[in-house]
């Protein structure tokens, strides 16, 4: 299934303009372009966004309490 940048931003909570951040950034998978619009594979971006979260719980140290406010990936998608 195909959604538009507009569905990708309203999904992950940020700004049109954030996504193409983070397609440029690499956080996130290159949309198609189909007939003039731009198209992100919804399982693509689903799959971005786990991985971001496991490589994130990966880094953190087992049984050690965070301090500060909560990390950010970088081109800002909050995965807590």
Known sequence: ???R???VAEFL???VRTIYSYVEDGVI???YKLR???LFSRSEVEQAVRDA???QSAT???GQRRRGRPRKHP???SLR
């Open 1 to 3: 299934m195909y959604i």
């Open 5 to 7: 940048i507009e569905e």
């Open 13 to 15: 909570h940020v700004s």
């Open 29 to 31: 998978p290159a949309p």
């Open 36 to 38: 003039g619009r731009v």
């Open 53 to 55: 979260r496991n490589a």
């Open 60 to 62: 953190s140290r087992p």
């Open 75 to 77: 081109g800002g998608l």
